[in-house]
C-alpha cells in the first residue's frame, strides 16, 4: 500500500515536471531567433505572404493563446501537425521512438556489461597490474565523449576493419516482415536470426560509443563500493566460513555494492539518452534524435515541442523504474 | 592434546616492517577457554585473525607455526587451508551491528557454510541452523530466520552470530572481544551464553579481550601480551592470586574494581613500562641476532 502511495505521488509530482517542460519549451523555440514561415518561403516573399502564412500556423497570437491552444489539443491526445512533414507530431515521434528505445536499452545493457565485468575483474584482482590497467582503460573511457567515440569507432570498424555497418538501421534490400517499429525486438520474437545480425551490425557502433562512457561510471563506482564493501566484517566474517574470494565478491559484496551504482545507472541513462541525440545524427540512425535534430533545424515547433515533452516523459519513468529497483533490492526499504 | 598451538609467531607490517607479533607462543584444548589479554595494539586481535587467515594485506606473517589438530595452517595451500579453517573454527565478531550481512537474510548467513562448505543437503542445514538458533534462547527461530538484520537487536544479532558460529560443531572458536559494543546488561547474557555454549559443545575458545573482569567469569587459562610479545602465560586462579611477571600484577591492578567505584584509577607504572619495553628490545636484539649469526 505504502509503495502504491509513494508511486502515485511520484505520478502527480511528475506530471507537474511535465507541465513546467511544455511551458519553458514552448516558450524558448518561440523567443529565439528563427522563425519556421521564414525558413519556408523562398527570398522575396512579400510581407503578405509571410502575414498569411503566420496567420496558418497561428504564430500570429500571442504567446500565451498559442500555448493554450497547443496544450487543449495535447490533453486530447492531439500533439498537432508537423510544419515540415506535414503528418500529425504523434504518428511521427512514436513512429521513431521504438528505434531509439532499442538503441538505449542496447547501448544499457553493453555499458552494464562492460562495466560490472571491469569492477569485478578489478575487485578479484585488485593490487595486482590488471586492475592498474583497468583503471586506465576507465579514465580514457570517461574522459573522451560519446560522440568522439562514435567517430573513433567509425574510423576502426567501419573505415580500416569494415566489419560493421556505419550507417542507417537496417539493409533496405532485405526482406522485411515488420509491422511495427520494434525491428530489433520483432527479428528476436519472429526468430529471424539473418535480421538480427544485421540489425546488430547496424547498431553496435552507435551502442557502443553510446556505452563506453557509460560503462567507465559505472566500472569506476561499482568497483569503489565493492572495495569499500569488501573491508566490512560480514565479509571477513564469510571468509573464515571457509569461503574463498568469488563467493565473497558475489554473494557477499555484491548485493550491498550495487545500490548505490543502481541510483547513478538511473541518472546517467538519461544522459545517455539525450547522447543520441548527436549519435543518431553520426551514424544517420533513423531515430527520434535525428528527427530532433531534422526539426530544430527546419524550426519545426510543433516537432520540437513534441520530442521535447517525449524525452521528458521518458526521463521521468527511467527515474520511476529505478526508484522502484532499489526498493526492491535493498531489504531495509522494503521492510520498513 | 590441544587443538591449537602457535609458536613462535611472528608478523610485521609490510610497509615500514614495524614488528606487531613477536615469536607469540600459545595452545587452547578442547574444552579449554583461554583469554588473551593486552592493551590495545599488543596484537591480541592480531592473533585471532592470523589463525583464522583473516589478517589483512598489509600484515606478513614472518615465522612461527599455527598448528590446528596438528597442521600448520601455514604451509597449506590458500584454498585448502580456507575449507579446514571453514571446517573447523568460527570467530565471533566485535560488532553484531556489522557482522551480518544487511542485504541477506539470516537464515542462509547461518546455513552457508553447512550447505556450501560441508556440503549438507538444505533440510537438514535448516534444521540444524533453528537448533542453534533455540540454544541462543532466540525465541521464534523460523521468524529469526526470515528475517533481515535490520529488522532484529543489537543483542539478537549477537546471538544469531554465536549460533551460527556453534551451528557447524566447531573444534575451535575465537572470539574477539564479543561483548565490547553491547551495552552492560546485555553483555552479561551474551557471556554467559558464550560460556553455556562452549561448555555444551565441549570447543577450544580462544577469548580475546581487554576486559579482566570478564577473563574471571569466563576463562581457564590466560595470555598476557605486550607489544606482539607474550608477557605471562598462565592459569586463571593462579594470575589472580599471584601475577608472575611485574606488567601483569601492573595491568591487574589497573583494572577498576565495582566493589570501589569511588577509587581512583591506577595506571601502570613508568618503572614496569620501562622493564617491559627493555624485554621487547632484548627480543628484537635476539631475533636480529638470530638472523644474521
Known amino acids: 500500500m505504502r509503495l502504491l502511495r509513494a508511486i502515485l505521488l511520484r505520478l502527480a509530482t511528475s506530471a507537474v515536471t511535465l507541465a513546467g517542460v511544455a511551458v519553458i519549451v514552448f516558450v524558448v523555440i518561440r523567443v529565439v531567433p528563427g522563425d519556421p514561415v521564414s525558413m519556408m518561403l523562398p527570398p522575396g516573399a512579400t510581407d503578405d505572404d509571410i502575414a498569411r502564412l503566420r496567420a496558418f500556423y497561428g504564430l500570429d497570437r500571442s504567446i500565451p493563446a498559442q500555448f493554450l491552444i497547443w496544450a487543449g489539443g495535447v490533453l486530447q491526445g492531439d500533439f498537432g501537425t508537423s ?8 504518428d511521427l515521434v512514436l513512429g521513431r521512438l521504438p528505434a531509439t528505445l532499442e538503441l538505449s536499452v542496447l547501448a544499457l545493457g553493453l555499458a552494464v556489461l562492460m562495466g560490472g565485468v571491469a569492477a569485478l575483474t578489478g575487485t578479484r584482482l585488485r593490487g595486482t597490474r590488471t586492475e592498474a590497467a583497468i583503471d586506465v ?3 580514457m573511457a570517461l574522459s573522451v565523449p560519446d560522440f568522439l567515440w562514435g567517430l573513433v569507432l567509425v574510423l576502426l570498424f567501419g573505415v580500416i576493419f569494415p566489419v560493421f555497418n556505419i550507417s542507417g538501421r537496417v539493409t533496405p534490400s ?6 511495427t517499429n520494434f525491428y530489433l525486438l520483432e527479428s528476436i520474437l519472429r526468430l529471424r536470426p539473418d535480421l538480427v545480425a544485421d540489425l546488430l551490425s547496424h547498431m553496435i557502433l552507435p551502442a557502443l560509443a553510446l556505452a563506453i562512457p557509460l560503462a567507465a561510471i559505472i566500472g569506476q563506482l561499482l568497483k569503489q563500493s565493492l572495495k569499500e564493501t569488501m573491508h566490512l566484517d560480514y565479509v571477513t566474517l564469510a571468509r573464515t ?11 557477499e559484496a555484491l548485493p550491498n555494492a550495487i545500490l548505490p551504482t543502481l541510483t547513478l545507472v538511473g541518472v546517467q541513462f538519461t544522459f545517455l539518452i539525450g547522447g543520441t541525440v548527436i549519435i543518431e545524427r553520426l551514424f544517420s540512425y533513423e531515430g527520434l534524435g535525428n528527427l530532433a535534430i531534422d526539426a530544430v533545424i527546419n524550426r519545426d515547433l510543433p516537432l520540437i515541442q513534441g520530442i521535447v515533452i517525449l524525452f521528458a516523459v521518458i526521463f521521468t519513468a527511467v527515474n520511476l523504474i529505478v526508484d522502484l529497483a532499489c526498493v526492491a533490492l535493498n531489504p531495509r526499504l522494503r521492510h520498513g | 592434546m590441544s587443538f591449537l598451538v602457535v609458536r613462535g609467531l611472528s608478523a610485521r607490517l609490510k610497509g615500514d616492517g614495524a614488528r606487531l607479533l613477536r615469536g607469540v607462543g600459545l595452545s587452547v584444548a578442547p574444552g579449554e577457554v583461554r583469554g588473551l589479554v593486552g592493551e590495545s595494539g599488543a596484537g591480541k586481535s592480531m592473533i585471532g585473525k592470523a589463525v583464522l587467515g583473516i589478517l589483512p594485506q598489509a600484515v606478513e606473517v614472518t615465522g612461527g607455526e599455527i598448528l590446528l589438530d596438528g597442521t600448520d595452517l601455514l604451509t597449506l595451500p590458500p584454498g585448502e587451508r580456507r575449507r579446514r579453517v571453514g571446517a573447523a573454527c568460527a570467530l565471533i565478531p566485535q560488532d553484531p551491528l556489522t557482522a551480518l550481512n544487511p542485504a541477506r537474510r539470516i537464515g542462509p548467513q547461518i546455513t552457508g557454510r553447512l550447505v556450501d562448505i560441508l556440503g549438507w543437503d538444505r533440510a537438514r542445514a535448516r534444521t540444524r541452523a533453528e537448533e542453534a538458533l533455540a540454544e541462543t534462547h532466540l525465541p521464534d527461530p523460523e521468524r529469526i530466520m526470515r528475517a533481515y538484520p535490520h529488522q ?9 552470530l554465536i549460533a551460527s558460529a556453534f551451528v557447524a560443531g566447531p573444534r575451535l572458536i575465537v572470539a574477539d572481544e564479543p561483548t565490547t559494543a553491547l551495552d552492560v546488561t546485555v553483555q552479561k547474557q551474551i557471556l554467559r551464553l558464550i560460556a553455556e555454549m562452549q561448555a555444551r559443545h565441549g570447543t577450544a575458545l580462544l577469548f580475546v579481550t581487554h576486559d579482566l573482569g570478564v577473563v574471571s567469569k569466563v576463562c581457564q587459562s590466560l595470555t598476557v601480551l605486550y607489544a606482539g610479545m607474550v608477557v605471562e602465560d598462565t592459569g586463571v586462579r593462579s594470575f589472580f592470586r599471584a601475577p608472575a611477571h611485574p606488567y601483569s600484577a601492573a595491568l591487574l591492578a589497573a583494572t577498576p574494581r565495582y566493589t570501589d567505584p569511588g577509587g581512583s584509577l591506577t595506571p601502570v607504572p613508568e618503572a614496569v613500562l620501562a622493564a617491559v619495553r627493555a624485554e621487547v628490545a632484548a627480543r628484537d636484539a635476539a631475533a636480529e641476532g638470530a638472523r644474521h649469526g
Open chain 1, 137 to 139: 582503460a576507465n579514465g
Open chain 1, 83 to 90: 510544419i515540415t512533414n506535414r503528418q500529425p507530431v504523434l
Open chain 2, 152 to 160: 532484529l537487536s543489537g543483542g539478537q544479532r549477537q546471538r544469531c
Open chain 1, 174 to 179: 532485405l526482406d522485411l516482415p515488420f509491422t
Open chain 1, 241 to 251: 566460513r571457509g569461503y574463498g574470494e568469488n563467493h565473497v565478491i558475489l554473494r
